[in-house]
Nanobody, 123 residues
């Protein structure tokens, strides 16, 4: 029943890099656009990046030039490479699929969320 599972979060110093992953079910990976959100305590979830089934990508201004979204089709896994991390990047990072990702597909039945992975950036 678990369809999105994040991994790779942790603590890193400002200026460092981290790569997080989202293992997806075959159904989701083949039928849904996918993306990454983050949420700081007390704030709404922020869409950071998304990738459509056709490969079109989106990046929020706050991460453009620093973060890169990618997919491994064989592993049905979504990645977010995060470089030049700042303390303000500290948040829980969530993998998402479906219309909520900002990449709509008519074959995607629902919206899906991972449980989140904590990323902490210290100075």
């Amino acid at each position: 029943q678990v369809q999105l599972v994040e991994s790779g979060g942790g603590s890193v110093q400002a200026g460092g890099s981290l790569k997080i992953a989202c293992a997806a079910s075959g159904y989701i990976f083949s039928n849904c656009g996918m993306g990454w959100y983050r949420q700081v305590s007390g704030r709404e979830r922020e869409l950071l990046s998304s990738i459509s089934l056709s490969g079109s990508t989106y990046y929020a201004p706050s991460v453009r030039g620093r973060f890169t979204i990618s997919k491994d089709n064989a592993k049905t896994t979504l990645y977010l490479q995060m470089n030049s991390l700042k303390t303000e990047d500290t948040a829980v990072y969530y993998c998402a699929a479906g219309a909520v990702s900002g990449a709509y597909s008519p074959t995607c039945r629902d919206n899906y969320w991972g449980q989140g992975t904590q990323v902490t950036v210290s100075s």
